[in-house]
């Protein structure tokens, strides 16, 4: 059985950092095909920040994080990481990870490709 455990969320005021941690048990990260972060507000859709693909070392950002937030994996530690900084009020959500071994089921924005979730950890940015 796989879990996925976040952690690193907070509050901070605009143009800070933070960074979200995701320690995987029961699967190694480096066999993932994509390890990734989503990102949802109440009300709205789960939407794709970044993803990881664990074999080829690929990085996938959305438009709205790109040179501010970096993704990266510790495999020793079998842990995701997303680096967030110049943070803006619109990056307030729900943060989650999640991870999938599959090499089919979608691309790496779509939600419904990833078998695995964590729990979240929330992330607040004030003006």
């Known amino acids: 059985q796989v879990q996925l455990v976040e952690s690193g969320g907070g509050s901070v005021q605009a143009g800070g950092s933070l960074r979200l941690s995701c320690a995987a048990a029961?699967?190694?990260?480096?066999?993932?095909?994509?390890m990734g972060w989503f990102r949802q507000d109440p009300g709205m859709e789960r939407e794709a920040v970044a993803a990881?693909?664990?074999?080829?070392?690929?990085?996938y950002y959305a438009d709205s994080v790109k040179g501010r937030f970096t993704i990266s994996q510790d495999n020793a530690k079998n842990t995701l990481y997303l680096q967030m900084t110049s943070l803006k009020p619109e990056d307030t959500a729900m943060y989650y990870c999640a991870a999938d071994w599959r090499a089919y089921g979608g691309s790496w924005t779509d939600v419904s490709r990833y078998k695995y979730w964590g729990q979240g950890t929330q992330v607040t940015v004030s003006s």
């Open positions: 990881l693909a664990g074999r080829s070392g690929s990085i």
């Open positions: 029961g699967y190694s990260t480096y066999n993932m095909y994509y």
